[in-house]
């Protein structure tokens, strides 16, 4: 894709573009600090950028030098003293602009204050609120962290409280401030500024598989009981792609010899976002032409996004999780004398 005019040019196509004129080692420095959905993104956008125009090169880094400038008065002075700078040297509508996205970028996400906290002064602090109320804050903590809170809640609410983290969708921004302004005052701390999705399966599961197994255990039992559907749906994740290595080498073979599920060309992207561990065992529980020719696809397949790659993973899985259920292979988890049902 040749590149000629910066006009409605998204924010990945500038950051592609600003990496290449920056070179390989300082790009490096800053790949250190983005996300890993941003880091894939951008190294497509990098891969299908086959040409940029000088101008449209020096539009970018000059954009990306007023940000860095914008940002120093802002440390200095505050909001108000960067957009008089601003407005003096590019006008007003072009000063709004860049004051805008920094003040976007520096916003506080809910309960930022808490990410410091002990989780178990955090424990002792909400353990009465309502479950609603846990809940809300835990979907807003780091998985690790709110695993801890959920191994020292009380028996009898730590289903009530998972459930409510499954199947929440979305939080009013006013509920979300007021609840986080009485806990903040609670915890001494500081202040809140966003609004989101929060919550969900994929939520519960990142939790879940970080407690230890009887506070699973006792969660999806009495969720069994509660919402049978919803245990269903949460136990199917609790087996990643990554998992497969627990799989014995009958099993593996078992799996990847099905053709009703996935196809070959699933394999590949699956295979393409795994760690060399997962390779190195699925290679080795297949035979070796089909192997050769695998690796021959990996070779000549371009980029992938995440999304995409997590689609043909989850293909696996669900054969995985099927022949699991009727009987046909079982996986361990944890220190692998258990078997999971």
Do not use: W
């Not at 500038?14 to 490096?28: F, M, N």
């Not at 602009?97 to 976007?104: D, P, S």
């Not at 990847?256 to 070959?264: A, K, P």
């Amino acid at each position: 894709m040749a590149v000629t005019s910066i006009e409605e040019m998204t924010g990945k196509e500038k950051a592609a573009i600003l990496l290449l004129a920056l070179g390989p080692e300082r790009s490096a420095q800053i790949y250190k600090h983005l996300r890993e959905e941003d880091i894939e993104e951008i190294t497509i956008q990098i891969s299908n950028t086959k040409m940029v125009m000088p101008e449209v090169k020096e539009s970018v880094l000059e954009e990306f030098y007023q940000v860095c400038i914008a940002q120093q008065y802002i440390t200095e002075g505050g909001y108000n003293y960067a957009r008089q700078i601003l407005e003096r040297a590019l006008g007003e509508e072009k000063a709004a602009e860049i004051v805008k996205k920094l003040m976007i970028a520096v916003s506080k996400k809910p309960f930022e204050f808490a990410l410091k906290i002990d989780a178990t002064q955090i424990r002792t602090n909400i353990e009465g609120e309502h479950p609603q109320v846990i809940a809300l804050m835990l979907s807003h903590l780091k998985p690790q962290q709110a695993a801890q809170v959920f191994i020292n809640l009380p028996q009898e609410k730590q289903a009530e409280v998972a459930k409510r983290i499954a199947i929440m969708d979305r939080a009013s921004p006013d509920v979300v401030k007021k609840l986080e302004a009485e806990l903040e005052k609670r915890f001494s701390k500081l202040m809140l500024e966003d609004y989101g999705e929060i919550g969900g399966i994929d939520s519960l599961v990142d939790i879940l598989n970080l407690v230890d197994r009887s506070t699973e255990k006792n969660i999806l039992d009495t969720l069994d009981a509660e919402d049978a559907e919803l245990a269903v749906e949460i136990r199917k994740k609790m087996f990643v792609f990554e998992d497969i290595i627990k799989l014995t080498g009958r099993d593996v073979q078992n799996v990847l010899m099905s053709r009703d599920g996935f196809t070959d060309d699933d394999l590949v992207i699956a295979i393409k976002g795994s760690s060399e561990e997962v390779k190195r065992f699925i290679f080795a529980n297949m035979t070796t032409r089909r192997a050769d020719i695998i690796r021959e696809e990996l070779e000549t397949i371009g980029p992938k996004l995440k999304s995409a790659i997590e689609d043909a993973q989850q293909k696996i899985v669900n054969v995985i999780r099927a022949k699991q259920e009727s009987g046909e292979i079982y996986f361990q988890r944890g220190g692998g004398d258990e078997v999971v049902n």
